[in-house]
């Protein structure tokens, strides 16, 4: 690293100061010099900016700078001196800046003391610093350490912050207080880890200098042979591992191999009379619909012929949903191995450092109006809570919006897992959501050990009311900060104004900005829009609220916090907020392109091989759920799996489950049953993704990767796709090398251990052990640049890479992507629900929410992700599976139609068929007893409840006469004439009702979906009536025919029963719209049939009556 400076900032400090910002010019860490200008915050409230480039600022006041610029070379050694010292206060800087930064225009990273209002404890925490610097004329903070504890660099114990550090060690290399020369060596605290295929703990012992002083690359390069990673991967060298020459060893190799899954078949007493049934309803379903067209209804032909349309099409249909289901498995996973294999400590790892791979976690929101900030919070808390290692989980939240009330709260739920998490691991709470945790019921102490379980609980439940109250409270406080700031410029701005005599009749121009705790603008959207800082239009932001944790794990003490955490680990895992950059003219992609931006930067940042994405309202409710799913990933023959699917469980359904919120049938029944061909479909949340496989790759060919002893070595990209050159990177992934670089090294981190012979592609044992860097100022400016919205253009970002675009259902798109390209996914259903969240329960809110994923069915079939379409690697039956995605919307029109038929058929006085014979009575009954057979060991096997499958049956028919028919025709609309469908996210907030939970339910909102139901119910009802009235008042009466009509009425309305008491509503709260369409509707219908059949004196039964006509 060279240094070029200007006179010491401890010499030519000024009074005052503009606002602190940090500029880190684009380009890339291992290509291009950065040149990073730092600044902080002076004591007095103003800033003291390090380099005049920032004096342009917005909001700059004039005054006086001193210039300091860091240059750094292309090299992961960036730091002025060799010492542990100087990149811990590097990765303190950095997580203690906001960084900014997008399109046409340089990096910053505002130094900030302040991120909230309230105090941060936690040493990992963006805003934690250490008591005052010594030095004279300085106002700096020194560093902390993992503890929180001031560090000071030597014996003399004098305190100097790390700018004065830096100065010193440049000009004499002395220390200030003793001025005896600073001893670098006693400062490395942590033990060397190099041994093994890691990289080098210390990276400066291989550094070169010319005769200048000066780093010399070239040196350098060839003293590495240039084998350095990014982020937390690292190469490992070529000779392998376990070879005796200092690598890791793998202590259980002399173990008994034992493996981490399980496939669990279903039994046989049930399977096989489940596949039989299957057959011979598809041979009676051919009889019968062979009958039916060769026996027409001359009477009423059309009716026959609309019926046979219809019964055809549900032919088809029960085809495309059904064989699917002929293979569903169950799987088990043992967590015990799993640990033994990658956590347990060893000779070669007397620590226990785990060789798990690293894990980054996906929480994505953005609109914290509709997205509540506490359940965010409570989300997050949870994730920094599983029962992981910790330095190998990252989380990442995606703020959409720009919101200031989602980052703050964000960085109060990470002040408040410093209390909250080691409560966790203490105590072993196995709900890590505060919130659903204080609201059990039942007795808190049981299972408990500790005797001081109570009294932590009571404190801990103390301060989680506080911080409930903090976060509720957000959006008042900042609005109270920011016009306390705004009036203060206004004042200004006067005072300006009357010293330079201008008109005092002029109105004031300042703008209504949103304010930060730490007295700067908010860089996102504010809360009064403007240039800039509207939705739609603000830059990037990033901010690492936690960096990333020491390796070794913590121990708290009895003094340390408020509760006694001797012998627990403290330690937090990395935690990034992130709100990508949004201009108008771009096409944003929506949550896709949140899901990628969370890719790319991820990957810059600690480039975990695992990826899990959640949604803001679904927490982790099983802590051992990441271990659950990595049971898969890392057993023998995972290579090939692209994502774990977990199942979706909800709190807050009624407990009857009304509208079939809870879609067991789905994620008991047909998800289980995919489980047994290619894999699940991806559902969107609860998802565990293999991080080389969003990057479009197809699965590695074991067969044809060259062996190197158990293990294989590493790949290059082209070796993955030979098509894909060293050239042709920024053309599919963009023009960040670093991201390039991270993809053959999370590939290689995320293959299964080669701990038997039978694994034929996986990494050395014990690869996965070495610490990772500490973030610099480079990597995060980096990270800035690839979450900008020029970043995609001209790439495969949403084609082929990522998360896949043109589509409302993303997730189903994504993930047929993969299985196209020959990857298999794995469905992990954990004896307790491994995620939990919420669902509307509003029969307004829950239509809404299946028009979207009709819709988006509807553009899969339109599209060229039709599986028709697919590619030979797409297994045959997994085919019919997609296919049925793609196909369930058009039944709609069908299932309207066939629901009309009863009435037609009571109106008419006909039925489908012309005489009610044994032979179509047999091919009904044995139909209807299959069903009805198969329903029942469906149940069986899957596990889902009698009651739930009725529900989902009942909800089928309503939606299909709703939503999927809307989403048909906008799905046409879009399709014909490029009507773009734009759909607004469902509310997550509570009802009015606070005291009923289910207040919700009873909530009616009017929607036009609301109509086709309610005209086949009352259609069906007037002509039961009519048909019934008719047939006793005739002389000769058809009951049979009638009989027939009824049956199938009374078969709709049943169906719809959910739906007519969701809109009884309570209390009287059903809109007046639904009596008037009901009155309108049954005069019509009364009208037109009294016109179109005319009762006549012989038909009452009398002779003589008079006709009836209109007026």
């Keep these: 690293m060279s240094l070029n400076r ?19 010019k684009g380009g890339h860490r291992s290509t291009n010099s950065q040149t990073v200008k730092f600044a902080r915050r002076t004591s007095s409230g103003r800033y003291v900016s390090l380099d005049d480039v920032d004096t342009s600022g917005e909001f700059a006041p004039v005054g006086d700078y001193m210039n300091y610029t860091v240059h750094m070379p292309p090299t992961p050694d960036n730091q002025p001196m060799d010492t542990n010292v100087a990149a811990k206060a590097e990765e303190q800087y950095v997580a203690n800046s906001l960084f900014t930064g997008g ?63 830096m100065d010193a060690q440049k000009e004499t290399g002395n220390c200030p207080g003793c001025k005896e020369p600073y001893k670098n060596d006693d400062y490395d605290d942590e033990a060397d880890y190099s041994k093994g295929d890691g990289r080098h703990r210390n990276n400066m012992s291989m550094m070169k200098r010319n005769q200048n002083g000066e780093f010399d690359h070239n040196k350098w390069l060839f003293e590495s042979q240039g084998s350095y990673g990014y982020g937390s991967a690292y190469w490992p060298h070529e000779d392998g591992g376990g070879d005796g020459t200092g690598n890791i060893l793998d202590s259980s190799a002399d173990k008994p191999w034992r493996p981490i899954s399980r496939v669990i078949p279903i039994p046989t007493s049930i399977i096989s009379p489940y596949r039989l049934l299957i057959v011979v309803r598809f041979v009676v379903l051919g009889f019968f619909l062979h009958w039916r067209i060769t026996h027409p209804n001359d009477d009423a032909i ?13 032919a088809f249909s029960w085809i495309l949903d059904q064989i699917p289901k002929i293979h569903p498995i169950n799987r088990a996973t043992d967590l015990e191995v799993l640990r033994e294999k990658f956590d347990m400590p060893s000779p070669s790892n007397p620590t226990g450092r785990s060789d798990l791979p690293g894990v980054d976690m996906f929480v994505s929101t953005a609109d914290p109006e509709k997205e509540p900030p506490l359940v965010t919070a409570n989300t997050i808390l949870s994730i920094l809570a599983v029962d992981y290692p910790v330095e190998k989980l990252a989380c990442y939240v995606s ?9 703050e709260a964000m960085a109060e739920a990470a002040s408040f897992a410093d209390l909250w998490v080691p409560f966790c691991r203490k105590h072993e709470i196995e709900l890590r959501n505060p919130d659903s945790y204080f609201a059990l019921k039942g007795d808190p102490t049981k299972g408990k050990k500790r005797i001081d379980f109570v009294k932590d609980r009571r404190r801990v439940k103390r301060e989680y009311d506080e911080f409930k109250v903090r976060i509720n409270g957000l959006p008042d406080s900042i609005r109270r900060r920011s016009d306390a700031f705004n009036a203060r410029e206004e004042m200004k701005t006067m005072k300006q104004m009357r010293e330079s005599g201008a008109d005092p009749t002029e109105p004031i121009k300042v703008r209504k900005a949103t304010w930060m705790a730490d007295g700067t603008h908010w860089p996102g959207t504010w809360s009064n829009p403007s240039e800039d800082h509207a939705k739609g239009n603000h830059s990037g932001i990033l901010q690492v609220m936690l960096k990333p944790p020491s390796t070794d794990p913590l121990l708290g003490g009895s003094e340390d916090k408020l509760l006694d955490f001797t012998d627990v680990d403290t330690r937090l895992p990395m935690f990034v907020y992130v709100s990508r950059e949004k201009r108008p003219g771009y096409d944003h992609n929506k949550k ?49 799996i692209c994502y774990i699917q977990f199942p979706q469980r909800f709190e807050g359904i009624d407990p009857s489950d009304r509208y079939a919120n809870r879609n067991t049938v789905f994620f008991d029944g047909n998800m289980r ?21 969003l990057y479009g790759f197809e699965p590695p060919e074991v067969n044809k990767v060259t062996q190197k002893g158990p293990e294989t070595e590493v790949l290059k990209t082209s070796d993955f796709d030979p098509e894909l050159d060293v050239d042709l990177l920024p053309k599919r992934f963009g023009n960040s090398t670093m991201l390039a670089e991270s993809i053959p090294i999370s590939e290689y981190q995320g293959r299964p251990i080669a701990d038997h012979p039978a694994v034929k592609y996986g990494r050395p044992p014990g690869l996965l052990r070495a610490p990772r860097e500490p973030l610099d100022a480079a990597t995060v400016a980096e990270s800035v ?40 996914s794995v469905y992990c259903i954990t004896k307790r629900d491994a995620f939990r969240g919420s669902a509307p329960i509003n029969l307004t809110d829950r239509l809404h929410q299946v028009l979207r994923w009709a819709t988006g069915s509807v553009e899969i079939f339109f599209s060229r992700n039709n599986a028709l379409l697919g590619s030979r690697r797409l297994q045959f039956l997994q085919r019919f599976a997609y296919l049925n995605v793609g196909f369930y919307p058009f039944t709609s029109i069908i299932l309207i139609v066939y629901c009309f038929l009863p009435a037609l058929s009571l109106f008419s006085g006909q039925f489908i068929v012309k005489n009610l014979s044994v032979q179509f009575l047999v091919y009904l009954l044995t139909i209807t007893v299959c069903l009805i057979a198969l329903a029942i060991l469906e149940v069986k096997w899957s596990g889902v409840g009698l009651e739930e499958w009725w529900r989902n049956e009942q909800f089928w028919l309503i939606s299909g006469t709703s939503a999927h028919l809307a989403a048909v025709l906008q799905g046409l609309l879009k399709v014909i004439a490029g009507i773009e469908i734009s759909f607004t996210l469902t509310s997550k907030s509570a009802g009015d009702d606070d005291v009923d939970i289910y207040a919700d339910l009873y909530l009616v909102k009017w929607s036009s979906l609301m ?46 029963y959910p739906f007519a008491k969701g809109l009884m509503g309570r209390k009287r709260k059903t809109p007046t719209i639904v009596f008037v369409w009901s009155g309108l509707i049954a005069i019509t219908i009364s009208l037109l049939w009294v016109s179109i059949a005319p009762p006549t004196g012989d038909a009452a039964g009398g002779g003589g009556g008079q006709t009836f006509s209109f007026p």
């Excluded at 010594?134 to 305190?159: A, H, L, Q, T, Y």
């Excluded at 049953?673 to 496989?693: E, I, K, S, W």
């Excluded at 007037?1022 to 009425?1049: C, D, H, L, M, N």
């Design 302 to 314: 059309w009716l026959w012929f609309m019926s046979i349309i219809c019964e055809v099409w549900f």
């Design 592 to 640: 896709a392109g949140a899901m990628n931006t969370l890719v790319r930067a991820s990957a810059v940042l600690s480039n975990g091989p695992f990826i899990l994405n959640l949604d803001c309202d679904h927490y982790i409710y099983n802590s051992q759920a990441v271990r659950e799913g990595m049971c898969f990933m890392m057993d023998r023959g995972g290579e090939d």
């Design 785 to 824: 640049s690839v979450i900008s919205c020029w970043y995609e253009d001209k790439t495969e970002w949403g084609d082929r890479v990522g998360w896949i675009y043109g589509s409302v259902t993303e997730d189903v798109v994504t993930g047929y992507r993969m299985h196209n390209r020959g990857w298999r």
């Design 6 to 24: 200007q006179p010491s900032k401890a010499t030519n400090r000024a009074p005052g100061g503009s606002q602190g910002s940090e500029s880190v």
């Design 399 to 407: 703020d959409d919006g720009g919101a200031l009330l989602t980052f």
């Design 1011 to 1056: 109509i086709p139901p309610i005209v086949i119910a009352m259609v069906n009802i007037i002509g039961i009536v009519v048909a019934f009235s008719r047939t006793i008042y005739s002389q000769t009466p058809e009951w049979s025919k009638f009989v027939g009509g009824a049956f199938f009425s009374f078969w709709v309305l049943a169906h719809l």
């Design 673 to 693: 049953a995919l489980d047994g061909l290619q894999g699940p479909v991806y559902v969107g949340t609860g998802t565990m993704f293999r991080r080389f496989a």
């Design 103 to 165: 399109f046409n225009s340089v990096t910053r990273a505002h130094l900030m003391d302040k991120v909230i209002d309230s105090e941060v404890s936690h040493p990992q925490m963006a805003g934690s610093r250490g008591s005052s610097c010594s030095m004279p004329n300085c106002d700096g903070k020194i560093m902390k350490d993992e503890r929180g504890k001031d560090v000071v660099p030597c014996e003399c114990r004098f305190r100097i912050c790390r700018d004065c550090y």
